[in-house]
């Protein structure tokens, strides 16, 4: 009896230890286990994100290379890695590499650095080398690809971990289906890149491009897929009741003041930034291989000598303008059948190093806003209007001027001053139900096929793109007359 007794009180012990153990697991994995992912995986994804992020240097990429440079971080602190994806050239932030990653091998850090930093312009090896053989050239142009792979396979996975990490303590949306799907993403690729051999020769090089390559487009719907998540939050509180189903404003019906969510907002500026530079160093690398490749195979051909990988040293905020008009022209038509006319003025001749996909995007998502304001504010004071007041774009730069600064000017009845805050919140949108329901079966992130207006993500991301290179985006608006919106560009190099 006494032995039942005791090897009963045992077994209840051992199932008491084994349910803590398994609500502690449970507790651990959190939204993980949505996306089965073993515990080991969970403590490798830890691991890495208790790393540094390397800092890399804007002239070092301009000079098609890395400057595998780091600023200290406080690990204990709540934002620590929030500016580190910010790609600067502020000498204040740049030291040496110094000091080797413990946790597994790393490759040749300084060496990586000052072998691209050599190479003082970004044209061909076989064109600017001609007193030495094709296969010497050949040989160092392999040698800095394997060398910019290796620290792209080691640097990577420390920014995937960081993020991952992030999306599971993001408050309030870590259980989201789409904020889930884009955790799963984040964990594949973590996965695939950790697994890879090291880059040792250019066989491997070839076949991390390759890998690359294809996680690179795995993450092109990243983006939507967040903004999704910011719907699914917004429905989520109005089935909850947390939002006024009586108030048909979709610019104030929010009982919860969104814009306050401080948190919220510190994760996503930080996803935001951090993403941007995670496609940035991944796609410089694929752009500079390609433009590597492409030269070889034609070193007499028409090589395009202006773009260092993604970065044009010659763009045209013009060009970039016109082309950008034309999308939001046609966004603008197909929803109301006619558009405002656009007019540019200033330093139409201005060219200057810059990303010109991003600029793109900022520009694109201010003409759309101010078009769409100046059709229905037109329309609202005389329903039988049949012209609008055109938009107006000012590109201002001088030889002394700090940036080089884009205005957008409409006539659409401007913003509520109440309103301002909200306009930078990745959960604040006017558009209605249907049209933001709409927008969620975009498959991409920077589409023209999306509506003109949608998820409430241009602005903030548009802002996230002009800061993350020293700019900014700034509004000013005057209620029952319009909006100027300020684009300051900081040159690249």
Known sequence: THYSFIMQHLSAAASTRTTIQSVARQRMQRCYSAVMVEDH????????AQEKQTRVSLQSLLQKGIATTERPVDNNSSNNDADLDIISDDPTFLRAHNNTRSTRPQPQAQQIANSWLKQPQPRPLLQNNQSRSQAQALQEQEANLIQFASFLHSELP?????RIEDLEHVPLMSQLPSVISVKETYLNSFRELVSHKPIETIEDER???????RLYQNHSSVLINMAR??????????????????????ATDYVHDFSLMTDLHAFLDRFHASRIGIRILAGQYLALR?????????????????YVGMVNVRTSPYEIVQQAIDDATFMCARRYGDAPEVIVRGRLDLDFPYIPTHLHYIL????????RATVDWNLHQNAAAFTFPPVSVIIADGRDNEDLTIKVSDEGGGIPRSHIQRIWSYLFTTADPAVQEA????????SIDSPLAGLGYGL???RSYARYFGGDLSIMSMEGHGTDAFVHLRRLG
């Open 158 to 162: 420390i920014r995937l971990a960081h």
């Open 41 to 48: 995986e969970i403590a490798l994804v830890q691991k890495y």
């Open 290 to 306: 390609n433009s590597n490749s492409a030269a070889t195979a034609h070193a007499g051909g028409d090589q395009n000598y202006d």
């Open 460 to 462: 903030p991301i548009s």
């Open 364 to 371: 694109l998502e201010l003409l759309k806003n101010s078009m």
């Open 207 to 213: 076949a991390f491009a390759a890998q690359l390559e």
């Open 439 to 446: 927008s969620l079966f975009a498959s991409e992130d920077h």
């Open 229 to 250: 998540g910011a719907f699914e939050l917004r429905q989520s509180m109005k089935d909850n009741g947390n939002y006024d189903n009586d108030n048909d404003d979709a």
